[in-house]
């Protein structure tokens, strides 16, 4: 079966398709990607997963098509990110309201 392993920072995205037998976890995908390598100062093993969005444990059993997601520690809570854009007049769309609105 072919899955994907996903991870991404600010400045890089990182995305490996690997091929496992049957009955592989999230942790062989993990391993089998190459990710520790292409990422050696992160703690990849104390990182949370999620399988297409939804968290996960490293134990779950995959299935073909699946995108295994290492998940790293967000820099600002996106609630707090839209409260600050929006005492500058602005919203997460990157662009001010048009004047007069």
């Given at each position: 079966?072919?899955?994907?392993?996903?991870?991404?920072?600010?400045?890089?995205?990182?995305?490996?398709?690997?091929?496992?037998?049957?009955?592989?976890?999230?942790?062989?995908?993990i391993e089998s990607s190459g990710m520790r390598?292409?990422?050696p100062d992160f703690d990849l093993d104390a990182m949370p997963?999620?399988?297409?969005g939804k968290p996960a444990t490293r134990r779950r059993?995959?299935?073909?098509?699946?995108?295994?997601?290492?998940?790293r520690?967000?820099?600002?809570?996106?609630?707090?990110?839209?409260r600050e854009l929006a005492r500058g007049g602005r919203h997460m769309g990157g662009s001010t309201p048009a004047e007069g609105s």
């Open positions: 079966m072919r899955v994907e392993v996903i991870f991404a920072l600010p400045s890089r995205q990182e995305l490996v398709e690997v091929d496992l037998i049957t009955g592989s976890t999230a942790a062989d995908a390598k292409e990422f997963i999620a399988i297409w059993k995959l299935v073909d098509g699946d995108r295994v997601e290492i998940l520690q967000l820099e600002i809570d996106p609630r707090d990110a839209r």
